[in-house]
């Protein structure tokens, strides 16, 4: 007989609990709970996560190893890459911290982020010259509401163009890292789909550089 696949909802609980924002009593419940998790994965599994002490200091890092057993840590990735693009796209109070998190996954490998992480995300981590200050904190309220206003429209492009990469299976995302602790992913863009919208190339006799669009 086959093994039941294991669900998304149950795939979704697994990420959520690596990510850190499932409470532990509350996962240990779910997994007592939920027979068809006991179906879905191998038995000596599913006995590793009800004998679980739950209780012992240090044990999420122990149940993200367990975890990372069952699920794909490439699809682990493309859920947080995911849903941080989701929560963008509601530009609530989280909307300059997740600039600034594309940014970062652009520094450590993540390089098809460029237009939307290093183009915009970069400019909430150091302001534009223009308002004299040196982090996004030092802005005044009224400068963070205009600036992300002026820019969202730009930015809503570029999410739902990583996401539809995504969605394509033109970016897959992969559990691998490389030799300097990058982030590693297989890229099926065309030349087209890759060329940038924000940085434009600028030749000159001696050699070719990049400049921010007007």
Known sequence: MTQPKLADSDKIMFFKT???????????????????????????????????????????????????AIVSLGEYQKWKLLT????ALLKDES??????GFYDLYCNGYYFLDDLG?????????????FQVDTWDELRSDQKSDYISELFPKIEKEILKVKGWIAKGKIVLTSEKDEL???????????????????MPVTNSKKKWWKFWN
């Open 181 to 199: 602790d990058r982030y590693c992913y297989n890229d099926f863009r065309t030349d087209l789909e890759k060329k940038s919208e924000v940085w």
């Open 118 to 130: 290093l183009g915009y995300g970069l400019t909430f981590t150091v302001p534009p010259s223009k």
């Open 95 to 100: 909307f300059p911290r997740l600039m600034m």
């Open 18 to 68: 690596m990510h850190g924002d499932m409470d532990l009593e509350e996962f240990e419940k779910w997994v007592y709970e939920n027979k068809d998790l006991e179906k879905a994965i191998p038995p000596d599994t599913y006995l590793d996560l009800i004998e679980l002490n739950y209780k012992k200091p240090g044990v999420r890092y122990e149940l993200f190893k367990k975890l990372e």
């Open 84 to 87: 941080s693009l989701d929560n």
